[in-house]
């Protein structure tokens, strides 16, 4: 099994332009999430999907827009990019979305804005 | 809102010292607590959690944790560290309706000296 996958691994974007981040797992999970992390700040959560056909906002939703394309499948996309989006990104995905759940995470994309 | 606190942002440890990194939460109900680890690069792996049951909690790699729910706090140990213990760590607590998001502490970056 890989797991959860994200590409790509690095980007560099001009301010303005757009992108979309892909995620995809392969364990059968029902809740996949995005999340960004900063300096100092931990990871904050970006949107959620509970189960194929949801998504939710979580803390730091603006700026963004998510589509769960099916079970296996999570992006997240960019629209007007901006210099504070330059984070790091990672996906990850779990059985279910109560709180006992562990989350497994992608390897993250990197995203730099200019 | 639950959260967590970590009250540490880095800690220097030579290598076979003990290692303690502190974590408190804020919560008025049940909780579940989870620790998880950055190694250099990579996406962020479970190294334990707690959800009931006995308050000290064995990961992998050695490590520990305690869960007090006197002083609010899942401080993580370990006997004996390694260089390859090298890492951020991060606490983190479910958040949200029905525990479906997770919530970070800032993390703790440990730097592991020969």
């Known amino acids: 099994n890989a797991g959860v996958t994200q590409t790509p691994k690095f980007q560099v974007l001009k301010t303005g332009q757009s992108m979309t981040l892909q995620c995809a797992q392969d364990m059968n999970h029902n809740s996949m999430y995005w999340y960004r992390q900063d300096p100092g700040m931990g990871l904050r959560l970006i949107y959620y999907s509970a189960s194929e056909g949801t998504t939710d906002k979580g803390e730091v939703p603006n700026g963004y827009n998510v589509s769960r394309l099916n079970k296996r499948e999570f992006s997240l996309r960019l629209e007007s990019a901006a210099p504070s989006q330059t984070s790091v990104y990672f996906c990850?995905?779990?059985?279910?979305?109560?709180?006992?759940?562990?989350?497994?995470f992608g390897p993250g994309t990197r995203l730099t804005v200019l | 809102a639950q959260s967590v606190t970590q009250l540490d942002s880095q800690v220097p440890v030579f290598e076979e010292a003990p290692v303690e990194l502190r974590c408190n939460y804020s919560s008025s109900v049940s909780v579940y607590l989870f620790w998880y680890v950055q190694y250099p690069n990579q996406g962020l792996q479970l190294l334990l959690k707690?959800?009931?049951?006995?308050?000290l909690v064995k990961g992998i790699n050695g490590f520990e944790a305690e869960f007090n729910k006197s002083q609010t706090s899942f401080h993580l140990r370990k006997p004996s560290v390694h260089i390859s213990d090298t890492a951020e760590y991060f606490c983190?607590?479910?958040?949200?309706?029905?525990?479906?998001?997770?919530?970070f502490g800032g993390g703790t970056r440990v730097l592991v000296k020969p």
């Open positions: 983190a607590v479910p958040t949200g309706t029905a525990g479906n998001k997770l919530t």
């Open positions: 990850a995905s779990s059985e279910a979305s109560g709180g006992s759940y562990t989350q497994y």
């Open positions: 707690y959800l009931s049951g006995s308050t």
